[in-house]
């Protein structure tokens, strides 16, 4: 295995463990109160807040839902600037030991 490949696993193995437990409390969107739904007392009809156009309802639930994912997809972003700047600091991190030949008792350059 390369010194590359080897500082690409082990960087990788490094960032797996915050990408599990992020899964695991991913978030949940409160849209459903947007969501227009058929009334069960008068067939055909819709229950709609008061002075909403079904045309209004389902856009407001379309806004929130989607306003949602805009959100979600800006905090991803973030993560994974986060996670390439960890990746690229390892990087540079091996390539300097190994361009430096540091000595394994610390002797060598500051990397």
């Given at each position: ?48 807040p ?9 856009g ?25 700047q ?14 430096h030949k ?10």
């Amino acid at each position: 295995m390369t010194k590359t490949m080897l500082a690409f696993t082990t960087a990788v193995a490094l960032l797996a463990p915050a990408a599990t437990v992020a899964d695991r409390i991913a978030p949940s969107h409160f849209c459903s109160s947007h969501k227009p739904k058929r009334s069960i007392l008068r067939s055909g009809e819709w229950d709609l807040p008061f002075g909403k156009t079904l045309r209004q309802a389902i856009g407001e639930y379309r806004d929130c839902l989607r306003d949602f994912a805009r959100e979600q997809e800006g905090q991803a972003k973030v993560h994974q600037e986060a996670a390439d700047q960890a990746v690229q600091e390892w990087n540079s991190y091996v390539n300097c030991m190994e361009n430096h030949k540091a000595d394994p008792l610390g002797l060598g350059p500051d990397c």
